[in-house]
């Protein structure tokens, strides 16, 4: 007997490894390959395809899709609808397969519903990307990022708290 939860309307291929106390909830598809930790939480209509990582407690909201080239560290927040690319230059016509950027989600960063991640870029540690970003950089640890593109208007602490400065974040 499994030590997750799979709701009913769910498919999980053969293949993956899903940690001990994970709940994968309504119209989920788990590809073959990927990774989740335990006790992560994995919200309705989420696509986790092939090779991604997941760590621990990581919190995945309704309607995202996490592609291949994506990993993310411990305690990694996904808002709702939130968009990874995996590909610079995409064309229906054109196989890029073997072109997929890795995109690195450090421990306890968090990004807002509807946000997009273009690939290739990685997310510091416990930063926070505002919902409706567009992150098309890498992003500094404890950053508070918003807009199109995302560009830096502060610090926050490991709580998600407004702080003054990067010293401030880190210490508290």
């Known amino acids: 007997m499994a030590d997750y939860f799979v709701h009913e309307s769910s498919y999980v291929d053969e293949g993956c490894k899903i940690g001990r106390g994970t709940k994968?909830?309504?119209?989920?598809?788990?590809?073959?390959?990927?990774?989740?930790?335990e006790d992560?939480?994995?919200?309705q209509n989420?696509?986790?395809?092939?090779?991604?990582?997941?760590g621990r407690n990581c919190?995945?909201?309704?309607?995202v899709s996490v592609y291949t080239g994506v990993r993310c560290e411990d305690d990694v927040f996904l808002g709702p609808s939130m968009?990874?690319?995996?590909?610079?230059?995409?064309?229906?016509a054109v196989s890029r397969k073997d072109e997929y950027k890795p995109t690195i989600l450090r421990r306890g960063c968090?990004?807002?519903?509807?946000a997009t991640i273009v690939c290739g870029h990685t997310l510091g540690e416990y930063c926070l990307i505002g919902a409706g970003s567009v992150v098309t950089?890498?992003?500094?640890?404890?950053?508070?990022?918003v807009g199109n593109p995302a560009r830096q208007i502060g610090w926050v602490n490991a709580h998600g708290d407004k702080c003054n400065s990067l010293e401030e974040a880190m210490n508290n």
């Open 24 to 37: 994968i909830w309504h119209f989920c598809h788990i590809m073959s390959g990927c990774t989740i930790g």
């Open 59 to 63: 919190k995945i909201q309704n309607n």
């Open 40 to 43: 992560c939480n994995i919200g």
């Open 110 to 114: 968090s990004v807002g519903a509807n």
């Open 83 to 92: 968009v990874f690319t995996n590909v610079i230059n995409p064309r229906a």
């Open 46 to 54: 989420v696509v986790i395809s092939p090779d991604v990582v997941l």
């Open 137 to 145: 950089q890498d992003v500094p640890a404890y950053a508070l990022m």
